[in-house]
């Protein structure tokens, strides 16, 4: 009988074990995939290349089957860097604010218009819009892809914000625009 209760015993204490040990793995499994889809989620900066021109784009037009951009290209900076330019360039507003404002800097000095085609298939990236006409469905979606028609119709859809006030990283390969990331702007 003592024997039975300590068998009972152990038994029961190695279900103990084994539960907790599969409510801890399942745990670790959420946290990784709770971290994993937040990462996709957060902020990022987008990496400067030679491919790569950021600009404010000033038109998209369809010209005869062919997606045409006019953009004025600007130089985007952000973090020390934007703190750094932005020091030299306006260095009483450096001494007083101590830094880039909002974490970013932005120097246009040839705002000459550029004409990009866009390829098409190019891929499109954005991370706020008017999805629905309400301020509410404005919300910031962290590289939220959208079709090429789509992304022509957010351009052209200035109800409730001026999608053309948001600059835009070109990614082009080959003459033509493979990629458009728009860069938020807090």
């Known amino acids: 009988m003592i024997r039975r209760n300590i068998l009972s015993i152990k038994g029961k204490s190695s279900m103990k074990k084994f539960t ?5 793995m399942i745990v670790a499994m959420l ?3 709770t971290s994993a889809s937040a990462t996709d989620n957060e902020y990022t900066t987008v990496p400067k290349s030679e491919d790569t021109v950021t ?3 000033s038109s998209i037009r ?6 045409i951009i006019q953009a004025e290209p600007i130089e ?4 020390a860097a ?13 001494e007083e604010l101590g830094g880039a404002p909002d974490g970013y800097y932005i120097v246009n000095d040839n705002p000459t218009l550029h004409t990009y085609e866009v ?11 008017d999805h629905d006409g309400t301020y509410d469905g404005a919300q910031i979606n962290w590289n939220e892809p959208v079709s090429l028609d789509k992304y022509v119709a957010i351009m052209n859809n200035n109800n409730l914000m001026d999608m053309k006030s948001f600059p835009y990283h070109l990614e082009i390969q080959d003459g033509k625009v493979v990629k458009i990331i728009q ?3 807090p």
């Open 183 to 185: 860069q938020f702007i």
């Open 20 to 24: 907790l040990l599969a409510t801890l």
């Open 82 to 94: 934007a703190d750094q330019k932005f020091k030299e360039r306006e260095k009483e507003a450096f």
């Open 55 to 57: 600009a404010f784009i």
């Open 76 to 79: 985007w900076y952000e973090g």
């Open 31 to 33: 946290g990784i995939i």
């Open 119 to 129: 390829a098409p298939d190019a891929q499109v990236l954005m991370q706020i819009y």
């Open 62 to 67: 369809n010209d005869n089957g062919q997606l």
